[in-house]
């Protein structure tokens, strides 16, 4: 008999293409993905890799196996989502992933209420920029931002929610200095991989000095904050940070649209319901401030 664990093992490292890069994706260390290699290997009577400086390749056996192990995968995935979606208890698991920015500036008061309301619920938020595959189970739910609906994979269910809108931002005491001719060079602070959008222009405050790059949304905020240049952020992100202001003379960009995703089976569960339900009257009632409407300031 053939162990799944095992497939699981033979198909990380024909994918990874490494022992190493197998066992950083199971979570376990090297001489564990090696064992259970061999393992499979003598249950199979073939060599399934061969062993070279830049890796390992499959074997022509290895080539024949991989076939039938992404089929055996594939199997599995549905078997188990058909079986979570006929639990209809509340107690267990939840994963719900999300950017990093929408969680932090956004709904981690919402996840938390909604952990309050239903303290059986073991809660995963997972806040990356990465795409969790809903298909292969490693999130529930997803909640994300998109232009274009037509991106949609087919087999998600999706609620569609709010637009969500973005403007250029600077600190109000930098602002306030530029307006009274301050020489300091205004500098853009743009996220590395992105650079300046094409959409956004420098209003009525230009800038001279060169770009400040950086790397990730919470370095972006903390940038501008302390006065050295002009960003463009989610207007729910700007618009409700009072050490910002909007530049004067740009205008909005449309990001997209909220989307909760779920998958087949897995939306049919309670839990998985509960919390779709209740995050997107959550959400609905946050259109206001995803358009760049104003907002009431004490």
Same mark, same amino acid.
């Given at each position: 008999? +053939?162990?799944?664990?095992?497939?699981?093992?033979?198909?990380?490292? $024909?994918?990874?293409?490494?022992?190493?890069?197998?066992?950083?994706?199971?979570?376990?260390?090297?001489?564990?993905?090696?064992?259970? +290699?061999?393992?499979?290997? !003598?249950?199979?009577?073939?060599?399934?890799?061969? &062993?070279?400086?830049?890796?390992?390749?499959?074997?022509?056996?290895?080539?024949?196996?991989?076939?039938?192990?992404?089929?055996?995968?594939?199997?599995?995935?549905?078997?188990?989502?058909?079986?979570?979606? *006929?639990?209809?208890?509340?107690?267990?698991?939840?994963?719900?992933?999300?950017?990093?920015?929408?969680?932090?500036?956004?709904?981690? /008061?919402?996840?938390?209420?909604?952990?309050?309301?239903?303290?059986?619920? @073991?809660?995963?938020?997972?806040?990356?920029?990465?795409?969790?595959?809903?298909?292969? *189970?490693?999130?529930?739910?997803?909640?994300?931002?998109?232009? !274009?609906?037509?991106?949609?994979?087919?087999?998600?269910?999706?609620? &569609?929610?709010? @637009?969500?809108? %973005? %403007?250029?931002?600077?600190?109000?005491?930098?602002?306030?200095?530029?307006?009274? %001719?301050?020489?300091? /060079?205004?500098?853009?602070?743009?996220?590395?991989?992105?650079? +300046?959008?094409?959409?956004?222009? @420098?209003?009525?405050?230009?800038?001279?000095?060169?770009?400040?790059?950086?790397?990730?949304? $919470?370095?972006?905020? $903390?940038?501008?904050?302390?006065?050295?240049?002009?960003?463009?952020?989610?207007?729910?992100?700007?618009?409700?940070?009072?050490?910002?202001?909007?530049?004067?003379?740009?205008?909005?960009?449309?990001?997209?649209?909220?989307?909760?995703?779920?998958?087949?089976?897995?939306? &049919?569960?309670?839990?998985?319901?509960?919390?779709? @339900?209740?995050?997107?009257?959550?959400? $609905?009632?946050?259109?206001?401030?995803?358009?760049?409407?104003?907002?009431? *300031?004490?």
């Amino acid at each position: 008999m +053939i162990d799944w664990d095992d497939v699981r093992y033979f198909l990380a490292t $024909a994918r990874g293409g490494s022992v190493r890069a197998a066992a950083g994706q199971l979570g376990v260390n090297h001489s564990t993905v090696l064992r259970r +290699i061999a393992q499979f290997e !003598d249950r199979l009577g073939a060599q399934m890799f061969e &062993k070279l400086p830049a890796g390992y390749r499959l074997t022509a056996a290895g080539e024949e196996v991989l076939e039938l192990a992404i089929q055996m995968e594939a199997s599995s995935h549905q078997l188990a989502t058909r079986v979570f979606g *006929r639990d209809q208890g509340v107690r267990g698991l939840l994963r719900v992933t999300l950017t990093p920015i929408l969680a932090t500036h956004l709904l981690m /008061p919402d996840f938390a209420d909604f952990a309050r309301r239903h303290p059986d619920i @073991e809660m995963e938020i997972l806040s990356s920029g990465a795409l969790a595959n809903l298909t292969n *189970r490693e999130a529930d739910v997803a909640i994300r931002v998109v232009y !274009d609906r037509q991106t949609l994979p087919l087999n998600l269910h999706g609620s &569609k929610g709010p @637009e969500l809108f %973005g %403007g250029v931002y600077m600190s109000r005491e930098r602002l306030a200095a530029s307006r009274a %001719g301050a020489p300091e /060079p205004l500098r853009w602070i743009v996220i590395s991989m992105h650079g +300046i959008p094409d959409w956004a222009s @420098e209003g009525e405050v230009p800038t001279t000095g060169a770009p400040f790059r950086i790397t990730d949304a $919470a370095a972006q905020i $903390a940038a501008v904050r302390q006065g050295l240049g002009i960003t463009t952020l989610p207007c729910f992100v700007g618009d409700a940070d009072p050490l910002l202001a909007r530049v004067p003379g740009t205008d909005l960009h449309l990001y997209g649209t909220l989307w909760i995703l779920t998958q087949g089976e897995t939306r &049919k569960t309670k839990r998985v319901r509960l919390f779709t @339900e209740f995050i997107s009257r959550r959400i $609905a009632a946050y259109a206001p401030c995803l358009a760049g409407l104003p907002i009431a *300031r004490d």
